[in-house]
C-alpha cells in the first residue's frame, strides 16, 4: 500500500515539473513565474483543485509520441478568490511552449463546461505559442472549441484572461472573446502572427513589443484593459477584479462589508468645477469622493483617456462608473471613447451592475479624421449600449451636456431613471458662442450685440433649469451631497424591472 501511495506522490512530482527544471530555470530568468505559481498566487491559499494532473497528447508525428509530459501543457482546476468559486487555467509555456493540442483543448473545455455549469468566473493565464504545429488540424478543432464554449459562456459568467508571456494564435483569439484582458509590461505580447511571420509577409520590421506590447494594446488597439508591472501585481489585481464582480449574470453583484457611510458629505465637491467653464478637473477626483472608501478600479485607464470607466461600489454593492473626462480634449466623445464606454456600459448591463454617469462633456469631436474613421458608428454604439440596458442608471450632470452628446450620456430620454445635475450644470445644444455665431450671424459685425446675445443664451440655457422644468432632469443637487443622493437612488432602484420586446437579439452598429 505505502508503495502505491510513494508512486502516486511521484507521478504528481513529475507533474508538477512539466518542462523540467532547466525550462523552469528559463522562465524565471524571463521573469516569469510558472503556471503552478501564478495559481498559487491568484487563488487563496490552499484552495487550488487541480483536474487532469496525468493527461497526456497522443500525437504521434514528428517524434511527439518520444515527448510525453503529464499535464500536457496546461494547469486546470478550481479554487477560491477571497472565498468565492473560480475556475482557472494555465498555460505551461514549459510545456511545448504552452501550446495548444487536442488534449490540452480537452482540458480547458473541462474546466469551461464546469464554470458554465456551476455559474462561476472562469480565468484563463495564457503564455504560449497557439496550435500545437505539430498536431495540425487537430489543435485547431481543439481551439474551435474553445472559442465556441467562450462565446456560449459570454453574458453568463465572467471571463477574464491574463496575458504573461509571448501569446499568439488561438491564445490571443480565446482572450479577445472574453471580458477582459490584462497584460504584464515589458513581457507579454499578443499578436495572430509573431515578428518572424511579419517580416516575411509584409517585409515590415519590427519588434515583438512594438507589435503587441501591453503599451499598444492597453493605449493604441484597446484590445487589452490593463498593465500591470509583474506577474504578481497582475494577478493580485485580477484578485481585486473578482471581488467587483457578480458570480454570473443571475446571481447580483457581491456585498462586501463597507465603513464608508453612504450620508457622507465632501464640502470640497462645492468647488470642484472652476468658474471658468473651459478650465478642466479631474474628474477621477469626483468618483473617488463618491465611492465607498474611494475604492475604483478603472477599466481600460490608457486608452480613450476623454472618458473613464471602472468598478466601484456602493453600500458595499458594486457599480460601474462612466465618466467624462474634462482633463483630456475636455471630456470630448470620439470615436475611441465611445466604443470603450459602449462596451462597459453592456459588460454591467449582462451582468446587472448598476451604471452611475458623470457627465461632463462639450460633445462629439468634429472633424474629417472622426468622420472617415466611422464616429457616427462609433457613437451609436454607446447611445445602444445605453438605451438597451436594463439595469438602474442614476446619471449626474456636473458641468456641460452639449448636443447628441446629452442625449448619449444616459439621459432620461434613453431610460436612465434617475438624472440629477448640479448647480453647475449646463444642458444646452452647445455653448454659448457656436450657438450665438450660428443663430446671430446677421448681428456678427457688431460685437455689442454679439455680447448681449451671449450673456443671454447662457442665461437662459446654461444652466439645469430648462432641462428641470420639463422633468428632464430630476432634481438639481448640492455637489456635496451627491454620494448620499446617488446612495439612495441606487438603494431604492434595486427593485428595478424593465422588460424589452422578445427579439433573437439586438442588432447593436458593431
Ligand atoms: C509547438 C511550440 C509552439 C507551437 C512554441 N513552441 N510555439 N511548439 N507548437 N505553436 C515551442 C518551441 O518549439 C520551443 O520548444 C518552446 O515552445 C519555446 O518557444 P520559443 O520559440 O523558444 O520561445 P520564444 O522565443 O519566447 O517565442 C515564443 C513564441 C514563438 C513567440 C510563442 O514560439 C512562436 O512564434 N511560436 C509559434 C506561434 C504560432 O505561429 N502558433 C500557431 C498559431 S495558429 P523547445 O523544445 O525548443 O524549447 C493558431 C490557430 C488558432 O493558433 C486559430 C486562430 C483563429
Same mark, same amino acid.
Given at each position: 500500500?505505502?508503495?502505491? =501511495? ?8 513529475? @507533474? ?18 510558472? $503556471? ?68 490540452? #483543448? ?24 497557439? #496550435? ?5 488540424? #487537430? ?13 456560449? @459562456?459570454?453574458? /453568463? ?10 501569446? #499568439? ?41 512594438? =507589435? ?116 483630456? =480634449? ?77 442625449? /448619449? ?88 424591472? $424593465? ?12
Amino acid at each position: 500500500m505505502k508503495d502505491i =501511495l510513494e508512486r502516486l506522490e511521484d507521478r504528481r512530482a513529475e @507533474a508538477r515539473l512539466g518542462g523540467g527544471a532547466k525550462r523552469i530555470a528559463a522562465q524565471h530568468a524571463r521573469g516569469k513565474l510558472t $503556471a503552478r505559481e501564478r495559481i498559487d498566487l491568484l487563488l487563496d491559499n490552499g484552495s487550488f483543485e487541480e483536474f487532469d494532473m496525468f493527461v497526456q497528447h497522443r500525437c504521434d508525428d514528428f517524434g511527439m509520441e518520444k515527448s510525453k509530459i503529464p499535464g500536457d501543457g496546461v494547469v486546470t482546476g478550481w479554487g477560491t478568490v477571497n472565498g468565492r468559486t473560480v475556475f482557472v487555467f494555465a498555460k505551461d509555456f514549459t510545456v511545448f511552449g504552452g501550446s495548444l493540442s487536442e488534449t490540452h #483543448a480537452n482540458k480547458i473545455n473541462k474546466i469551461q463546461d464546469m464554470a458554465l455549469k456551476m455559474r462561476a468566473p472562469i480565468i484563463g493565464l495564457f503564455d504560449a505559442g497557439g #496550435a500545437r504545429i505539430q498536431e495540425g488540424v #487537430a489543435a485547431l478543432g481543439g481551439y474551435g472549441e474553445v472559442f465556441k464554449r467562450n462565446v456560449m @459562456a459570454s453574458g /453568463v459568467i465572467p471571463q477574464i484572461s491574463v496575458i504573461l508571456g509571448p501569446c #499568439a494564435g488561438g491564445d490571443v483569439y480565446s482572450p479577445a472573446m472574453t471580458d477582459f484582458i490584462f497584460m504584464v509590461r515589458d513581457r507579454s505580447y499578443m499578436f495572430v502572427t509573431g515578428p518572424d511571420v511579419v517580416k516575411t509577409v509584409t517585409n515590415e520590421t519590427v519588434t515583438a513589443e512594438e =507589435l503587441g506590447g501591453a503599451k499598444i494594446h492597453t493605449a493604441k488597439s484597446s484590445v487589452a484593459d490593463g498593465a500591470f508591472a509583474d506577474d504578481v501585481e497582475a494577478l493580485l489585481q485580477v484578485r481585486r477584479l473578482i471581488d467587483f464582480l457578480p458570480a454570473c449574470n443571475t446571481s447580483g453583484v457581491p456585498v462586501w462589508p463597507s465603513f464608508d457611510t453612504p450620508e457622507r458629505v465632501e464640502l470640497s465637491l462645492d468647488t470642484l468645477v472652476p468658474d471658468n467653464p473651459n478650465k478642466p478637473y479631474d474628474v477621477k477626483e469626483l468618483i473617488g469622493k463618491i465611492v465607498d472608501e474611494g475604492d475604483f478600479f478603472e477599466i481600460q485607464e490608457s486608452f480613450a483617456k476623454n472618458i473613464v470607466t471602472g468598478f466601484a461600489r456602493m453600500e458595499g454593492k458594486s457599480v460601474g462608473i462612466v465618466a467624462n473626462q474634462p482633463m483630456v =480634449l475636455a471630456g470630448v466623445l470620439d470615436s475611441d471613447a465611445s466604443r470603450k464606454a459602449a462596451r462597459f456600459v453592456r459588460f454591467c448591463d449582462a451582468f446587472e451592475i448598476p451604471i452611475v454617469t458623470l457627465v461632463d462633456v462639450p460633445g462629439f469631436l468634429p472633424g474629417t479624421a472622426q468622420e472617415y474613421g466611422g464616429l457616427i458608428k462609433h457613437g451609436a454604439k454607446l447611445m445602444f449600449a445605453y438605451s438597451e440596458a436594463t439595469v438602474p442608471l442614476v446619471t449626474v450632470i456636473v458641468r456641460k451636456a452639449f448636443g447628441g452628446a446629452y442625449d /448619449v450620456m444616459a439621459s432620461k430620454h434613453i431610460g436612465a431613471d434617475v438624472n440629477y445635475a448640479w448647480p453647475t450644470a449646463q444642458v444646452a445644444v452647445m455653448g454659448a458662442k457656436g450657438a450665438v455665431e450660428i443663430i446671430f450671424r446677421a448681428d456678427m459685425n457688431d460685437p455689442e450685440k454679439i455680447a448681449a446675445r451671449t450673456k443671454e443664451y447662457e442665461q437662459r440655457f446654461l444652466s439645469p433649469f430648462v432641462a428641470a422644468e420639463r422633468g428632464y432632469i430630476d432634481e438639481v443637487i448640492m455637489p456635496h451631497a451627491t454620494r448620499r443622493r446617488v446612495a439612495r437612488a441606487l438603494a431604492m432602484l434595486a427593485t428595478k424591472k $424593465a422588460e424589452r420586446p422578445w427579439r433573437k437579439h439586438d442588432n447593436i452598429p458593431l
